[in-house]
Each structure stands twice: as C-alpha cells, then as structure tokens.
C-alpha cells in the first residue's frame, strides 16, 4: 500500500439484500482488510428487499475518500437509486463517485484490491468493468 | 388553472388514494412480470406523502410538486421511486405559480424528458413513459379531462402486448408479452385522479 487507507478509494456496495451487501463487504474486507474505506447498504427504507436513497448517500458518506467513491450495484432498481444518490451530492463530490457496471460481489473485490495498491477512481472503476469485459 | 388550499391537498389526497387503493393490483401485475413490490412500494410513497399533509398544502403548486417529488425519491424505494419522483420534481421546476394549460403543456414535456434520461428509455418500451407519452400528446392537443384520462387508461392497456425492454420485466424476454406493465398502471391511476381533480377544459 502507498498510501495510508483513508486516501485510498471508497467502495460501496448497493443491494436489493441487506444480507448480500453486508456479505460481499465481508469479502472485501477479506481480501482488502481496512485498507480501503468501505460502506454497504441493501433494503428499501421498512427493511424489504429494495434499495433507498438515503442508504445510499449514507454508505457514500461512510466510504468518502478525497480520492473518490466506486459504486457497485446489483439490479436496475440499485443502479437508478444509486444515480439519483449521486445527484443529490454536493456538486464538489459529484464527480468523484462513479457507478461500476460490474457484477456486485466480483466488482467490489476486485475494485477495493486495486484502490487498496492506491490506484486513483478511474482505474478502480476500469478493474472492476474489465474483469468480465 | 388556480389552485387553492384546499384543491391542492385534495390533489395531494386524490393520488394518494388512487395508488394506495390499487396496491394489490399492482403488487399482482408486478408478481406476473417483475418483482412484486410495486404497489407496496408505491403505497409507501404516497403513504409518506400524505403524512406531510396538512403542511405540504400550504406550499405554492410548485413547491408542493418538488416536495412530493423527492418524499417519492426517498421513500418509493424501487426503481419508481427515482422516475415518478424525478417526475414530480421537475414539474415542480418547471411550472408557474399559477399555471396556464400551456406552462402544463411545456412542464409536462420537460418532466417526460427528464424520466427519460433517469430511466435511460423511451416510449415503446414497455414502461410509464408508455402512458405519460401519449397522454402528454392529448394534453398538448386541447383534449379534455375524459379524454386525458380515456388515454390514460388505454394507453396502460396497450402495453400489454408490448416486449419488456427495460426493467425486471426485460429479464422475461418474450414471456413478458401479456402482461400490463404496473409502472404504466401506476401513471395511468395517477393521471386519471389528478385530471379528476383538476377538470381540465378542452381549450380548443
């Protein structure tokens, strides 16, 4: 690691179910230990199946990283929540949060081992998409 | 169009009342081709919705419509909550204070645009843009409220036979052909109470 491990970039990771968000976290940290800041979230806002925005923007703020914050999402509910999340950023921190177009459970791995060699946002995001590309 | 007080939390109430009612449908016609939580998601919407009430109707058309907009955005919880929210929203940017049916007409036409990028979709796709569409269009034509709402409901029913291509329904492929979208039934519920409400007058 070249650098220390709240400079490294975020990772969130949004699901439909709270037990798979919280699961893939626990292979992330796995794999990664506190190298990199790391959030999750998953339920809509009574604890169902779903995802909710203010979760969402929760886990953000969780894993904010000056470096920047990698989203990965499962189904489409979670990436629609996830960009809406997003714009209700300040407009400083908008453009340091992207969403993967990843699986969740492969793209969070692989996106916090490369931000834990502290690679900047878009190679963290690149891994990520590239690996089943 | 002037709304009062009053009008505007009997607005607010009427599309509450028409999602909350129709819960179960949706929940069932979202069972036969997504994930089955449409009409609880959206009953928790409006539920939210109507718990700003009494307040939320002492706010201008305006601000009221940007208020339901993000409750949506924050309560829905599925990918409706972001699109029938944005909705709201952006009709609440874009209309006057006291609206002519024209400000409607251009602030409809921006709202739709807006859904369209958040959902990243058009008409035909087998989603609510499938009903605000064509309805925009009868809007825009000089169309009354019968005839505001007479497409509102046919237009949800011509999704029907439509492919899913967006959304959990895509997922189906061809077995989503025969189903009605719930999306497209929630709009056309929303639509039908709100016109309802608002007694529009052909303006030609």
Known sequence: MNSSNARNVGIVIVSHSPKIAEGAADMVRQMVGNAVPLAWTGGDVDGGLGTNVA?????????????????????GGA????????????EDRRARVVICNAPVVEG?????????????????????????? | MSLDRAAREKLVRALAASVIEHADELTNL??????????????????????TLPGLADKSLPEMLKTIGMTLVMKVGG????LVGTFFMELGNALPEQ????????????????????????????TLLDVLVPVQAVLA??????????????????????LAIRGRASFLGERSIGHMDPGSRSASLLIG???????????S
């Open chain 1, 108 to 133: 969070a791995v692989i996106a916090a081992t490369e931000s834990s060699g502290g690679s900047p946002l878009a190679a963290v995001k690149r891994s990520a998409e590239e690996f089943y590309a």
């Open chain 2, 193 to 203: 109470a709100a016109v309802n409400v608002l007694e529009f007058e052909a303006s």
């Open chain 2, 99 to 126: 609206p002519a049916r024209a400000d409607l007409v251009a602030a409809t036409d921006k709202a739709i645009n807006a859904v369209k990028a958040r959902g990243r979709s058009e008409a035909g796709q087998k």
């Open chain 1, 79 to 90: 990436e629609t929540n996830s960009e809406m999340a997003v714009e209700m950023l300040p």
């Open chain 1, 55 to 75: 979760g969402i923007l929760e886990a953000i703020e969780t894993a904010w990283s000056p470096a920047g914050v990698a989203v990965l999402v499962d189904l």
């Open chain 2, 141 to 162: 034509g000089g169309g009354d409220a019968r005839a505001i709402a007479a497409e509102a409901a046919q237009a949800a029913d011509r999704t029907t036979p439509m």
């Open chain 2, 30 to 51: 979202d069972q036969a081709i997504g994930d089955g939580d449409h009409g609880l998601n959206m009953k928790r919407g409006f539920g939210a919705v109507i718990a």
């Open chain 2, 79 to 82: 990918a409706s909550g972001p």
